[in-house]
């Protein structure tokens, strides 16, 4: 108990307990995925392949998804924290694919690197959308950066514009307590952000995150819907999309973690020396598998503390 009273302290201190993109100065967003080539370009626009209309935007090391109807667009993350151009760059991106006006815009989930400069999309007249639970936070961490959401999804939501079905799913709190799934059901996709990490390690310790367990229920709750293709709000593993066998690779991290931590703390390892111990060479091509393996532990070894 106390190792979690210092870590919720050092949270605290470093912003983290809102969330890594919460707090009125965030920490840095978090890194894009090792996977990135340094040389691409600053931004890029793509037809998801074997879509008419489902498109990503990647700003940097951020992604978002937007999909083009013949009654507007339903845009999601705006992806501008510190980088206002990241957003009129979007807005621009999409008016070269279409002159449909902007209809929606649908937070992922509450972190600011991925929702901050919704402005210019809110200035042309769209509706913007997240969970409730995203909306609470938001208005608990006010920032002039953000718009609120005019309208909230608690569950489920179905969003039809244009011919086109767009589910928002909540499957529980994961890497936040308020991460959307957004299901296109004709097209067999999903978008998810920072909760379905391809063949990446989880961020750092894990910060706001209520409760890893809750996590994986969430993974599985994932794999359960009816999809064949994953856009991942970054671009993990050279940029590719994600698929189930993915959520269930990262469902068996985190068994195989939890269960190698277990081992630890019985032997009373918890926590200085099994973030330095342990190691799970299965995962070691994976992304960020040396810089956040000893805080993945650490979170860990904290749920064995009964945390
Ligand atoms: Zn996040």
């Known amino acids: 108990m106390r190792r979690h009273v210092m870590w919720v302290a050092a949270a605290t201190a470093l912003g983290l307990t809102a969330g890594h993109g919460l707090a009125q100065a965030p920490p840095a967003a978090q890194p894009a995925p090792q996977a ?4 691409q370009p600053m931004f890029a626009t793509r037809k998801v392949e074997g879509t008419d209309n489902v498109y990503i935007f990647r700003y940097q090391g951020h992604q978002s998804m937007f999909v083009v109807t013949k009654a507007g667009v339903i845009a999601t993350d705006p992806i501008g924290l510190r980088r206002p151009q990241a957003d009129t760059t979007y807005i621009d991106e999409i008016k070269k694919v279409t002159s449909q006006p902007i209809k929606y815009v649908i937070y992922s989930h509450s972190h600011y ?8 999309f809110k200035d042309l007249g769209a509706r913007f959308i997240a969970h409730k639970n995203a909306q609470a936070q938001l208005k608990r961490f006010p920032s002039p950066d953000v718009v609120m959401p005019d309208e909230v999804v608690d569950n489920k939501r179905t969003i039809t514009l244009g011919g086109t079905t767009l589910e928002l799913i909540y499957v529980g709190r994961n890497h936040s307590d308020n991460s959307l799934v957004m299901r ?3 097209e067999k996709l999903i978008f998810t952000v920072d909760f379905v990490p391809i063949q990446t390690l989880l961020f750092r310790n894990l910060p706001d995150t209520a409760s890893p367990p809750e996590w994986e229920e969430s993974l599985k709750r994932v794999a359960a819907l009816d999809w064949e293709r994953m856009i991942p709000g970054h671009p993990y593993a050279g940029g590719r999309l994600g698929t189930k066998q993915d959520v269930q690779d990262l469902i068996g991290y985190m068994q195989d973690l939890g269960a190698e931590v277990k081992k630890a703390a019985a032997e009373g390892k918890c926590t200085d020396t099994a973030m330095k111990e342990i190691k799970l060479p299965k995962y070691e091509k994976w992304g960020n598998y040396a810089a956040f393996l000893p805080g993945n532990v650490e979170r860990y070894c904290y ?3 009964g945390n």
């Open 303 to 305: 749920l064995n503390n």
């Open 113 to 120: 690197d991925h929702i901050a400069g919704g402005k210019p």
């Open 184 to 186: 296109l059901p004709k």
């Open 36 to 39: 990135t080539p340094p040389a």
